[in-house]
């Protein structure tokens, strides 16, 4: 059996709401994959921003997680903090929850001399993005409060 036969076997087994949460996982990682590649920073950082929603959340904050996190490493291409973070901010905003985008640096090593860092927060409460986001000081905040 191959990776790609065995992934799409767990898909399978998995009940219609994971799948939905996973098709649209893969959906706006794409979109935040394409948009970090192409646009210009604000406009890539846009797309997480979208405005709340009006509806209440039927998908709660850890689901939504689990599906980025799920899907980005079976992606054919890779995807880093930024796009796992404008990804989980738009489909949490979408949801009516106030997700914020933080985007922080630290001095780097090598040539480039800085390193980033992003992750998200609902609440002042960090839900993706944690393991390494003390080591980062805040440079931006997404939306602006």
Known sequence: MTAGSTIL???RR?????KRLLREA????SLASFAVAFL???RAIALGTVPLSGKTPGDSIR???WAIEIAAPRLPWRTMCIEQGI????LLRRRGIDARLRYGARPGEGASGVEAHVWVTVED???IGEDEAAAFAE???FPAR
Not at 14 to 18: A, G, Y
Not at 26 to 29: K, Q, T
Not at 87 to 90: D, E, M, S
């Open 87 to 90: 990804a989980l901010q738009r």
């Open 9 to 11: 076997t767990r898909y």
């Open 63 to 65: 689901e939504l997680r």
């Open 14 to 18: 998995l009940d219609p709401r994971c």
């Open 139 to 141: 440079v931006a905040v």
């Open 40 to 42: 210009p920073f604000r």
């Open 26 to 29: 893969c959906v706006a990682l």
């Open 125 to 127: 409460e960090i839900v």
